[in-house]
């Protein structure tokens, strides 16, 4: 196991982030929560049962497994290195704005033109769900954020930068990714009518998309993983507090669709302006040690 993760560290950091919390999740997934195979009820934690059946697995995977491979391939100077990322908070202000209004904002704009496209309505959200939001920021900053962000951003998406164009290294990422999600699909976790193949297809192709938003925020703020948790909660954040409020008329099997469309239209804009380098800076162009500049041919001299 050892010689594997070691000469295969990114490999090992995908089957173990899956691995692990898979295992994590299965209780919740055999239980009343999610397939109903065993009488186990999870109780609700501000009105959902995914804060104590979720979060566990999420930090034994993501997390879990960055922290294993790091210090099997690293040691404790790649430890400390990897643990000193998450503190990378200088950035421009600008990021900030764009890790926490970038994802609202254009979630607001595909709500309302579907609301107004099937005749629908578009509602201001209550002052309590306004109030509630920044609190359920932090919390999500916190678990989810903190949970998955150190692992496929700043361990696996910087390791495959390393050996791959930033584009390649977004398009084996991101259906990892996706694929890790795919358990929660038995679960409370895509309640309704989320859980269906449909709904199954259109988070897939939202991971894809989303993806490599996340990883053109994380090159562009020199890999800062704080700026790469805030975008990844800012959308879970509007998705499960907001959303349902602005845009009642919007049915919830359409929900995934829509972010997908969202996801979609929004990297593809993010390819094209950096054609492929999503934030990446190419190498310099650098001489050979061995080449030297032509002398410059002095004028004839008089006799």
Do not use: K
């Not at 800012?234 to 919830?252: E, G, K, Q, R």
């Amino acid at each position: 196991m050892v010689h594997l993760i070691r000469s295969r560290p990114v490999l090992s950091y995908f089957l173990l982030a899956c691995g692990l919390s898979w295992l994590g999740w299965l209780n919740y997934i055999l239980s009343t929560s999610g397939l109903g195979i065993i009488d186990v009820d999870y109780p609700l934690v501000l009105g959902s049962t995914q804060l104590l059946g979720v979060i566990p697995g999420a930090f034994l995977g993501p997390i879990g497994s960055a922290l294993i491979v790091t210090a099997v391939v690293d040691g404790r100077a790649g430890l400390r290195a990897w643990a000193g990322r998450l503190f990378r908070w200088r950035a421009n202000w600008r990021w900030y704005a764009i890790a926490l209004l970038a994802v609202p904002a254009g979630l607001t704009a595909v709500g309302t033109t579907a609301s107004l496209a099937i005749g629908g309505s578009v509602v201001a959200p209550p002052l309590a769900l306004l109030a509630l939001y920044a609190p359920m920021l932090v919390l999500q900053l916190l678990t989810t954020g903190l949970a998955e962000e150190p692992g496929w951003r700043d361990f696996a998406l910087s390791r495959l930068q390393h050996q791959r164009s930033p584009l390649a290294s977004a398009a084996i990422l991101g259906p990892v990714w996706a694929v890790w999600h795919y358990p929660l699909f038995l679960t409370d976790w895509a309640d309704g009518p989320g859980r269906s193949v449909t709904g199954l297809l259109a988070f897939t192709v939202f991971c894809l998309g989303f993806n490599i938003v996340m990883s053109w925020v994380f090159n562009r703020t020199g890999e800062s993983l704080p700026l790469s948790m805030l975008m990844h909660v800012s959308a879970n954040t509007f998705a499960s507090v907001l959303w349902s409020a602005m845009f009642p008329s919007i049915a919830a099997q359409y929900v995934y669709p829509l972010l997908a469309v969202a996801a979609v239209v929004a990297a593809a804009g993010i390819i094209l302006a950096t054609r492929g380098r999503l934030g990446v800076r190419p190498p310099e162009p650098t001489l050979p040690a061995s080449t030297s500049l032509p002398r410059r041919q002095g004028l004839p001299s008089s006799s």
